[in-house]
Structures are given as C-alpha cells and as structure tokens.
C-alpha cells in the first residue's frame, strides 16, 4: 500500500512540473536568425534592410532592396545553466539531506536560417524565410537527487514564413507575412535513486514517472510598418501574431509494473495545448554621418496570455497540470554600426532581456531570467553582390532562487537551489544580391 501511494502521487504531482518545461521551452525565444542583427544585439533589426534576414522581424523592409537577396546563417548556442543547492527528503521521522546540484543542465544547438526575397515590380516585393522563434533544451544526469523535479525537457519548433510587401509611397512601405509553424516536444521526469533508497527498494531509482512526446503544425501571421522620414532615419513597427499549437502524442510511464491501473491511465494517447505568444518590435536607424550609426528597438511579448496548462488524454479524461500564470516581457537594444571602409562594417550592441517566469513559478526546469546581452560583430564584403557577416554574444543570466517543496505518498521533500546561467553565440551568414 505504502508503495501504491508513492507511485499515485509521483504520477500526480511530479507530472505538473514537468509539463511546466515544455512550455517553458516554447517561451525561451529564439533571436538566433540574423548575424547581422546580433552583431548588435538585435538593436534596430526592424528598422535595418541589410539584407534578406530582416523578413523575419519586418515583411515591410523588402521593399528597399533593388535586386533579389539571398542569406543564409548558422548560429552555435554553447549555454551553460548550472544549479547550486541542496534537497531535504523526509519520511517516517527520518530526514536526509542531499546535494542537489548540476551543471550544464541546457544543451548545446546549432541553429541555421535562410531567406529569399525578390520584387516582383517597383512597388511590390515578396520573400520567404525559414527558421526558429522557440526552443530549449534541459537535461538533467540519471544520478541526479531531484530528478521528480526536472529530468529532461526539449522542444524544437521551425517556421516558415512567406511574405509580401507593398511601397506606398517613396517613404512608407507596408508588409504582411504568413506563419507556418511545425513543433516537436519531449518531456520526462523520473524518481531519483535516492527516493528508492529510503523506500527500501533500490529498482525505483530512475523509472520514469511520466513522458510525454508530441508535435503538431500551427498557424500565424505577422504585419510590419517601414517608414523613412528622412534620409538619415527609418523607423519600423512589427507584430507577430500568437500561434496556437496543439501537441498531440503519447503520453507513458514505467510505473505500471508496480500498478496495472497505471499503466492503463497513463500509457495512451494524448494532447497539449501550447502557444508561441504574439511579439511587437518598434525600431529605429538613425545615421550619424557617412561612417556611424545607431540603432534601437523595444520588443514587447504577451506572455500573460499563457496562464494554465492542460492536457486532454484520449480516455475524454482533462488534467490541470499546473497555473503558469507568466508574465508579460519587454526588451530594449541599443546598438552602433560603424562603416570602416569599403570592405568592413564593424558592429557592437547591448540589450537587457526579461523573464517571463517570476520566483513564485520558477522551478528547475524553467532556468529562466532576467537576462543581459554584449554583443559585437563584422561585415566582410567579398564582391559588390555578396558579403559575410560574423557575430559572437555573451549573454549573463541574473542568478535566480529557486524554492519547491513536493509530497510524493509519505515521503515530503524540500529543494532550494540557485540558478547561474550565461551563453555565448557565434554566428556566420552569408549573403548574395543577383
């Protein structure tokens, strides 16, 4: 009975947290589309028609190119999230305390992008880009104290997004794009080998209390504004509508060879509701002389939409896995561009980065943070018609506490951690005119 009780609350409760992840996953967006761009921290990208790459933060920008662009990127993702505390684990008057620590806990990625645009005439040009807007990687070691915490979570999204845009007026340039969005997640989490250890029974530790694997194809769209006041000045505004996906999988557990039962309710299908929330840039380049420049933006994510987390099993059975309850983020930039010569264009920015998690939700499987990025970059020009952009960022995450407590059966434990988190980007792309 004691063992019936341990594995129906793991299944119960653990599962709520671990479904947390995956939508943390989805909100951890991703800026690794433009090497250009993160050359300056992302400042100003709307506002910048350097080259095709801009289809991804403003559809209006393709109106200022006079020959069909091309871009292709790769960036490399090297995060380092590492935890720093200790786990108290209490059952039947006895209590241990374990460490509850790790490193490396997010994973490496590469992450490529390519777009293509052309005018179709002098007022109207149409492009297509394909990259990635969401998505994280968390894995915790099979040893791990607090694995009914966090164990491993990933999802891995990719867009491709058409667009069109019409040049109104010498100055001002309207554009709107369509987004179709395809994602893949997986989430699990385990019993740690200590929980097997005070229950008398070593064959518990690192059994999977739950996965669950799914992926579906949603639909947005995206609008954006380009102006040019002066001829020292473009401004831009940009939205990316939320898109809505509905993760349908399985969901298993290794836990029905302790109870069949389980193994009826949780080893079936299933669905997840997750949405990728809608984004506004306002942007500006402002040219200082023939050689400087600046750039800006304020980026501003609906986070608060995202308020609860819910699957649907195929049984017709509805299960409140966790409030989220996240909050809504903004992003400021800043950048320069400096023209060296007819060769080199040198870039450097900084930007301060929100996160949508706030302490009463955070949880080892949402390392998220407020967030500071450095960032410099270069433009090397190999003819007249093509280029190669280079980037590296380092990103410094604010340290953040983390306090959860969890009762599974008769076994009560308390976790309290630090998250440190920093990453640093590199990134190539090259880009060609015909």
């Known amino acids: 009975m004691i063992q019936q009780a341990f594995v129906r609350s793991a299944l119960s409760l653990s599962i709520a ?40 933060t403003n559809p209006a920008a ?68 394909l990259f990635t807007s969401y998505g994280l990687a968390t894995e915790y070691s099979d040893d791990y104290n607090a694995l009914h915490y966090a164990d491993e979570a990933e999802i891995v999204s990719f867009t491709v997004n058409p667009a069109l845009a ?5 100055t001002l340039s309207l554009g709107v794009g369509v987004n179709i969005t395809y994602a893949d997640a997986k ?12 229950m008398g029974n070593s064959a518990l530790g690192n059994l999977t209390i739950v996965e669950m694997s799914g992926d579906d194809v949603g ?58 929330a ?39 059975y509805d299960l409140l896995l966790k409030q989220e309850d996240f909050e809504d983020t903004w992003r400021v930039s800043a950048g320069v561009t400096y023209l060296y010569n007819d060769a080199f264009t040198l870039r450097a920015g900084y930007a301060y980065d929100e996160g949508a998690v706030s302490y009463a939700h955070r949880s080892l499987s949402i390392p998220d943070t ?18 190669i952009d280079v980037a590296y960022v380092y990103i410094k995450g604010r340290e953040a506490d983390v306090s959860q407590q969890r009762a599974i059966g008769s076994i009560q434990s308390d976790l309290t951690a630090t998250e440190h988190a ?3 980007i590199f990134s190539v792309q090259v880009n060609t005119a015909f």
């Open 17 to 56: 947290c671990f479904f947390s992840s995956s939508v943390f996953a989805a909100g951890f967006q991703v800026n690794e589309h433009s090497a250009n761009g993160l050359g300056r921290a992302m400042a100003g990208q709307a506002a910048m028609p350097e080259n095709a790459s801009v289809l991804a």
């Open 62 to 129: 393709l109106t200022a190119f006079d020959k069909a662009q091309f871009s292709g990127q790769v960036s490399y993702l090297n995060p380092e999230v590492d935890i720093r505390g200790e786990m108290t684990t209490s059952v039947g008057g006895n209590t241990i305390t374990s460490d509850a620590s790790e490193e490396d806990i997010a994973k490496t990625a590469v992450i490529p992008s390519l777009f293509y645009t052309s005018g179709l005439n002098d007022n109207l040009a149409w492009g297509v880009g």
């Open 166 to 170: 019409y040049k109104v007026s010498d």
């Open 187 to 198: 989430i699990s989490t385990s019993i740690p080998q200590v929980f097997g250890t005070v």
């Open 219 to 276: 639909y947005g769209w995206n609008i954006g504004v380009f102006w040019q006041p002066t001829d020292a000045t473009n401004l831009a505004l940009s939205y990316r509508a939320e898109t809505q996906l509905t993760l349908e999988g399985d969901i298993k557990s290794d836990l029905g060879v302790l109870i069949p039962d389980v193994a009826e309710l949780y080893n079936q299908g299933g669905s997840l509701d997750l949405n990728f």
């Open 278 to 316: 809608a984004t506004t840039e306002l942007a500006v380049d402002q040219k200082i002389n023939h050689k400087w420049s600046l750039q800006g933006s304020i980026n501003y994510t609906d986070w608060s939409t995202f308020d609860k987390l819910e699957a649907n099993l195929d049984s017709g």
């Open 370 to 387: 407020d967030r500071h990025w450095v960032s410099a970059g270069a433009t090397y020009s190999l003819t007249d018609n093509t280029n």
């Open 422 to 424: 920093k990453a640093h």
